[in-house]
């Protein structure tokens, strides 16, 4: 452990972090029979009912080939309702129904526990420079994610 730089052991802890998150929430959402990525898409309409599956996509982090099985999958449930676009009869438009807000209801009060025990953890200060860390970590791993290279043209061939 010695040779291990502080740079890896804090990404350890930051994944080790990231993994007790998602495990809290997927045990708690569970309960609901939601997924991660179906409850960011009920709590992505819930704010901003009426969207495309290529909008959701983008908001939940996942492919818009991913977005459209999670979509079909919550129609059958009755959580979303999809309706043609009145703007492009090809783009599906969802939407919450009744039952989706339940669920969400529901799910949101399980998931926001975690913050509310954060909030008891964590004085006022600490919780403000908590995030502040965070943030910044963030944008440090955002820098330092490498970029696929631009490919070069293809050049036409010469006569």
Known sequence: MADVTAEEYLCTRIRRAEQALMAHHEA???TYGLTMTQYTVLLTLSRDDGMSGAQLARACGVTQQSMATVLTGMQAKGLIDRKPSPVHAKVMIATLTDAGRHHLNGAYQE????EKAFI???TPAEHRQFCDLL???TETLIEQTPRPAKSPSPRPPST
């Open 28 to 30: 708690a959402l569970r």
């Open 120 to 122: 008891d953890t964590f």
């Open 111 to 114: 998931v926001n526990a975690l």
């Open 135 to 137: 943030d910044r970590a």
